[in-house]
C-alpha cells in the first residue's frame, strides 16, 4: 500500500482513471460489435452507418492513448474491407 500522502493520492486518481477508461473502452467495442452484427446480417447499409459511428470512437481513443494507434488503424482497415465485401 502507498506510504506517502502523493502516493496515496496517486493510487486514487489511478482507480478513478481506470474505471473511466474501462467505460470508454467498452463503449468502443460495443461500437465495433454493432458493425460486425451489421456486416454478418449482411446488411451493407447498417454496417457502413455503424462503421460511421466506429471509426471516430476509435480515433479518439487512440488520441486519448487508451487504445494503441495501431490497433485503432488496424480494426478500422478490417471492419472497412469487410464493408466493402459486402457490396461486391
Known amino acids: 500500500m ?6 496515496r ?8 482513471r ?4 474501462n467505460g470508454l ?5 460495443t461500437a465495433i460489435k454493432k458493425t460486425i452484427a451489421q456486416i454478418e446480417a449482411k446488411n451493407f447499409e447498417g454496417a457502413t452507418e455503424a462503421f460511421a459511428i466506429a471509426q471516430p470512437a476509435l ?9 494503441t494507434a495501431n490497433k485503432a ?16
Not at 18 to 21: A, G
Open 73 to 88: 488503424a488496424r480494426t478500422k482497415s478490417r471492419l472497412n474491407i469487410k464493408i466493402k465485401a459486402l457490396k461486391a
Open 25 to 29: 473502452r467498452s463503449m468502443v467495442r
Open 18 to 21: 481506470r474505471v473511466h477508461n
Open 9 to 16: 493520492k496517486r493510487a486514487r486518481q489511478a482507480i478513478k
Open 59 to 67: 480515433d479518439k481513443m487512440a488520441r486519448k492513448g487508451i487504445l
Open 2 to 7: 502507498a506510504n506517502s500522502a502523493g502516493s
